[in-house]
């Protein structure tokens, strides 16, 4: 095998097979690398009349890539990113760049790029977002790390990413572990709009008694305007889909468990460790591990009574719950953008967060028409510290908050959780609040544990001996 290969994937699962195949597309001749003998066939039938190939052999591999080689990793997160990394090390050259595709813990990524530029080996965390076919398309590409080893993979990140307005949805994040960041925040906010969606579609069919095809089609109309995403779009047709084996909407088969991988809990966690308050994500991941008390919640709902609705859905419903809706979803944004730009101070990322809007408008899973306005607020004002700032969008939730208040009274009366749509509000109004009652819990805290306090009509700090 001669050295020609332009670019070098290890990890042949569906994601790795359909990223190299859509680098192959682009004109750029690819090699793949995995221990499994039938993944690697499966890329060399897939790859048919493509410059791809692939092959079980890390020397092979390695050998056959041109120099410096830009090599690319799509397996799972942790110990097995560093058992691939010790494997190729002893055959990689100077200048040569090792990129982890995959959903690693930013921590991690630090502890690499200082690891590998200690040898000479560029290292960058990327993240990628899209799902398989947005791997296989067009995805949008998350990467940070040194701009030295940006500048050899750029030509092919730009041509293999989504494209909107012919702009492809990739750009340098910044620093060290910038790129695993914007990525790990990227899927928390991920979590907060699924339970959104979920906990509005919750109020449509048990508040309000609709069926599942008027719910698939308000959801088909939302999508059309300015709710318009990718999340909106496929809950739309999720409600299309039958269940082949009764004939029944599938959608009311599938157990209401649902699983995660990390990287919501990661974006919780480490909002708490900046002091970022982030509470839709909170909630959403909070939501995840009640749901997953399956049995202790059906021994729960024969214990206690069980709130039944009696309203009636008519048009002014739908546009009551479109609003609240579009209000949590862009609160939902602002507090992940908020930690965003809290992160990049911490630690010295430099994001550009509008940047971090535009390549997030196509190819990954938050993709929303609402991005395209998040990224004009923030090429407004760089430094805005906050979405809710902005005059358009204050303008935006000064007229459909209502809207979500609503939502959350019915919601209430009839007994259904809504712990992302409440914590929504109460983020924008607690944010919007002048005064909070925090000068209690700073008394409080002084009289039991002598933690002082600061006054309001003088500087200094103060204790008080109480009682």
């Not at 097979?17 to 993944?39: C, E, P």
């Not at 890329?43 to 410059?51: S, V």
């Amino acid at each position: 095998m001669d050295e020609n290969f332009d670019f070098g994937m290890v990890g042949l699962g569906v994601m790795g097979r359909n990223f190299i195949l859509n680098v192959a597309d682009h004109g750029y001749s690819a090699i793949g690398l995995d221990t499994d003998a039938q993944k690697v066939e499966a890329l060399t039938a897939e790859g048919t009349g493509k410059q791809v190939e692939g092959t079980v052999s890390k020397e092979v591999f390695v050998k056959a890539l041109k120099s410096p080689r830009k090599i690319m990793l799509l397996v799972p997160a942790g110990k097995i990113v560093d058992a691939v990394i010790e494997d190729l090390l002893p055959l990689l050259d100077k200048g040569d760049l090792i990129i982890d595709g995959g959903n690693s813990f930013f921590p991690d990524t630090n502890r690499r790029i200082t690891y590998l530029a200690d040898k000479g080996i560029h290292f960058m965390g990327v993240g990628v977002s899209g799902g398989a076919e947005g791997a296989r398309f067009g995805p949008s590409i998350m990467p940070g790390g040194p701009k030295e080893g940006y500048a050899l993979i750029e030509p092919i990140f730009r041509a293999v990413a989504a494209k909107v307005d012919e702009e492809p949805c990739v750009a340098h994040m910044g620093n060290t572990s910038a790129g695993n960041y914007v990525k790990m925040v990227h899927n928390g906010i991920e979590y907060g709009l699924m339970q959104l969606i979920a906990e509005t579609y919750d109020v449509m069919k048990r508040g309000l008694g609709l069926s599942n095809e008027t719910i698939g089609q308000t959801f088909g109309k939302w999508s059309e305007g300015r709710l318009k995403s990718f999340l909106v779009e496929i809950t739309a047709d999720i409600f299309k889909q039958k269940d082949p084996l009764t004939g029944e909407d599938l959608v009311d088969k599938i157990l209401d468990k649902a699983k995660q991988k990390g990287t919501g809990k990661w974006t919780s966690q480490n909002a708490m460790d900046l002091g970022m308050p982030v509470p839709t994500i909170d909630a959403a991941v909070t939501m995840r591990g009640i749901s997953a008390l399956k049995e202790q919640r059906s021994q729960a709902s024969k214990v206690f009574d069980q709130a039944k609705p009696e309203l009636i859905a008519d048009e002014q419903w739908a546009d009551t719950l479109e609003q609240g809706l579009y209000s949590a979803f862009v609160i939902t944004y602002a507090q992940g953008l908020a930690q965003l730009s809290a992160a990049s101070l911490e630690y010295s990322y430099e994001l550009n967060i509008s940047a971090v809007a535009r390549i997030w408008r196509g190819g990954c899973i938050i993709r929303a028409s609402l991005l395209e306005h998040i990224r004009k607020a923030y090429e407004r004002t760089p430094a805005l510290k906050n979405l809710l700032l902005d005059d358009a969008f204050a303008e935006i939730l000064d007229s459909s908050h209502n809207g979500l208040r609503s939502v959350l009274k019915l919601a209430i009366d009839t007994g259904i959780p809504v712990s992302c749509l409440g914590a929504s509000l109460s983020y924008f109004d607690a944010f919007k609040s002048e005064k909070l009652p925090l000068n209690l819990v700073q008394a409080q805290r002084d009289y039991f544990g002598s933690h002082t306090y600061e006054r309001t009509d003088q500087q200094g700090v103060f204790h008080t001996e109480w009682g």
